[in-house]
């Protein structure tokens, strides 16, 4: 069965430093790993997947499957990042789709 | 926001009495997601649905069912509303490509429901 460990359930960092977001994941197929964000009282939405390899807002995130890690990064943390990050491994069932969340990390940016 | 609403927002309810939460799609998806958020456990999957009367438990189902009549609505029911049960859930949809569910999926505001 696939897990994905967010090991931070609280995190602070002051303006302008870098922030890093870990998240672990457990799975024996060939994963797809999704950073989804939570703006106080606004809904989920996605911040990165990894297959894009993209840069959203200042973040990214690297798959590493030999430390089955996609820790999620920024080089100067804003007070507008403020929110809760959650990483996410999408897997089959059937023909549908299965997000299996990690726990969530709550990141404070702080002035 | 991807056309999706949830009704209610909010709701504060007994334990013992059933409780329909209602998700409404307006971009005809084929796949639908009920999810719950607790603190410490992220979002869980409870049910979800794959087309009109097809639905499938997720990994946390127990006390819960589901009902899909048309494509549009996606009814998750508490047929007695206990404590534990007291959560934010959301609704989610994914597109679909090939007949199948597309990676990403997109996310309702939530209901957040009090069982007291």
């Known amino acids: 069965a696939q897990r994905v460990t967010q090991p931070e359930k609280l995190l602070s960092v002051f303006k302008g430093a870098p922030v890093e977001l870990k998240c672990n994941y457990s799975?024996?197929?060939?994963?797809?790993l999704f950073w989804y964000v939570q703006y106080s009282r606004q809904r989920l939405q996605l911040l990165l997947r990894?297959?894009s390899r993209e840069s959203i807002k200042g973040f990214t995130a690297d798959l590493n499957k030999g430390e089955t890690s996609f820790h999620l990064k920024k080089p100067f943390a804003q007070e507008e990042d403020s929110a809760m990050y959650y990483c996410?491994?999408?897997?089959?069932?059937?023909?549908?789709?299965?997000?299996?969340f990690g726990s969530g990390t709550q990141l404070t940016v702080l002035p | 926001d991807a056309g999706i609403t949830q009704s209610p927002r909010h709701k504060v309810t007994e334990t013992g009495t059933p409780v329909t939460l209602r998700c409404h799609q307006t971009e005809n998806h084929r796949y639908m997601y009920w999810y719950r958020q607790d603190p410490g456990h992220g979002l869980r999957l409870i049910h979800y649905?794959?087309?009109?009367?097809?639905?499938d438990k997720g990994e946390v189902s127990d006390g819960y069912s589901v009902s899909r009549s048309k494509t549009e609505d996606f009814l998750l029911t508490l047929e007695s509303a206990t404590s534990s049960q007291t959560s934010v859930y959301f609704c989610a949809i994914s597109e679909t490509r090939g007949g199948a569910a597309k990676n990403i999926q997109y996310f309702g505001a939530g209901t957040r429901l009090s069982v007291l």
């Open positions: 996410a491994l999408s897997s089959s069932s059937g023909s549908a789709r299965q997000l299996t």
């Open positions: 649905s794959y087309g009109v009367k097809d639905t």
């Open positions: 990894h297959i």
């Open positions: 799975y024996s197929g060939s994963p797809e």
